[in-house]
């Protein structure tokens, strides 16, 4: 799914945290949002959702205004955090219930719980406990996989790679990486794991203060790039800019 | 240090809402409610003599006060009990810092004192203790009654601390130990055991002869008991992560008993979460029995005793509470029950009429179960009045329900879904008890004007109807302001303002 963003800009009083003049993500893009916290990632993801008003501009998914319609809702799976969960269920009612809302048979619902079976790590199903009585990192696993279910076209994650133990960090982004090889997958995640973004997204998007201020091609020195943008010192702007031109797009 | 952690408390007290709008009018009117029982108290301790005096003209003023200061100390026990909140000061983020733990245990403990249910029984003591205990007693005796009562609020202080750790929020044991002590405090007074007053008059009386030092000593060593007992208590919970969630629960079986609602696809699956929610978490399943007892109380409005006019104002509550009981108390929090996870609803690809026409459904059978559990006991107490009775059915069924979910819309307040609601005002405001007047306004008009009580039964039973029937009307309607305000409920219920 295309995503094409306008002017979009959100204000809280005097305070602008979000103002992206023109940004698009074309179909099947894996982009990554990366920048230090308050920067707008969340406000980014969460305007994508129409989960806040817009102060300006809009959000379109597949030419579709976000904040007008809801029909980009059938295909698009997100977790941003916890307010995703339904904590006084199971993994297993709300995964029934996830599934029922996106039109999927009860069957199909656990087909495709079959294929996360090594996600879950024997941790999740079938443990007899609602959702709010699991780990952190369960309750994330719990969100991804719900996000996944329905094989959305479009999937918003936020921080994914947080509170998940090494082993589930390793299987997330392999499952992250696979998923363009299959359908035409738009991907965005957002994420303080340089290693982790730059091994999943082909583009880096760098928010700063609400704007995105480099938006990279993934190369083998994205990773270096980022580092240095990101590392504390005197010296960071010089270190900032790309090693080549046309990795700024 | 400690002088700090005042200032903490100090700033928790008035940090803790913001003070706008209803939020605002809701904290003055507790502040109203404060003063009133303050002056009324002030008032009471002042004349306390005088109203003495008048019951009991024969026997000596403060052996009527001697005897009855226990027996106030467990009514006031029994109310502080259930409305008695702990600070709001948390040890958590303090312990991992260098402060004497038990420093902090202590400190916690002391704060209690300060709380309003030791305050506002020293408004009736202080002016009664000036006016006829100062004056008529040596200062040594004086003070040491004034200490025994201090003693006794603080006792009492301790005591419902004590019981809240042994007991957790678990309000039926609260209720079956408020029940008891009620039970005995009834006995004693009914079989005229006097067993209580004979032992208030005792303990008080000699605080004010000479062995008062040693009765003071006698009633301190209890309290310092308790204390002990409390600091005990408080020591093990602190180094809990959070008591509320110490231990998984167990998964019940509710999934199992509603699995024939997923037949009916997402609606289905709607009512099957709506249900959930009530059962599964604490708030929403206490305002459930605490609208049984609203349905128990609406009987008390069809009492013989209101006749004519009186009937007309009074009976519209009661019909309206037996059958309405769980709307009136649950339904305009319909949407913030779920501010938890409001944001996942929101991206979900659920139709909001589909969401509205599902909470309609769960409120409508609400009224419906509730008037087959009630009809047969109204059938019997009030045959008379049966068809109107069942004509505010069809208006609760109709009417109540659609507008309540409308009402819904306009809440923008997280609720925290594991506290207790009892004396809870996390999410309420003023409005949510006041939008009960409009909805009798129209019941009370067709009873005044129509006379005959068979047609004002069907006219209000056929306003229900009618609107019931405009289902249609209704649903897009709630919906629309449902999308009209989800950007600023999402906002209230994620805790920010915009």
Redesign the interface.
Known sequence: MRIAIQGLAKR??LTTVLDIPAFTIEAGERLGLVGNNGAGKTTFL?LV?????ASAGQVAIDGENVAAG?AW??N?G?Y??E????????PE?YF???G???GLT?DQVDERLERYAPFFNHEILGQ???I??LSQGNMKKVGIVAALLPEPRLLLLDEPFANLDPSTQIRLKNALVELEQGEEITLIVSSHDLNHVTEVCQRIAILERGCIVQDLQTSEHTLKDLQDYFAVGEDRPSTASPTSEEEIL | MYATLLRHYWKSLFRRTTWTGANLSLGIASYLLGAYIILHCLAIGFFADIIIKKIYPDIALMAVANQNLLLLAAILFCCRFFLQTFPRVRTRPYLHLPISRPGLIHFFQLLTLGNFHNIYPLFFALPFWFKNVLPAYPAGAALSWLSGVLLLLAGSNYLVIGLRLLIGHKLLWGGAAAAGLAGVVALDKILAWQYADALSGYLFGHLLGREGGLFLVALAAPLAGLYAGVFKGLSKSIFLDDPGRAQSRNVDGVDRHLAFLARYGPIGHLIQLEIKLMWRNKRPRQVLFMSLVFVLMGFSYLSPAYEGNIAIFMAPFGFLLLSGGLVLNYGQFMFSWESRYFDGTLVRPIDFRAMVRAKLLFLQASCLVLFLLTSPVVATIAPDRFALFAAFFLYNFGFTTALYLLLATLNFKHINLRQSSFANWNATSIHHFIVILPLMVLPILVQYLVADALLSALAIGGFGLASALARRLWIPLIARSLAGRKYRMGAGFRGRKG
């Open positions: 809280y009083g969460r959702l129409d989960l806040i008003e809801a809702k059938k698009t997100s941003l955090d307010g995703f969960l339904i904590d006084y269920l199971t009612e029934a219930f996830t029922a809302v996106y009860r007899n406990k609602y709010g009585d």
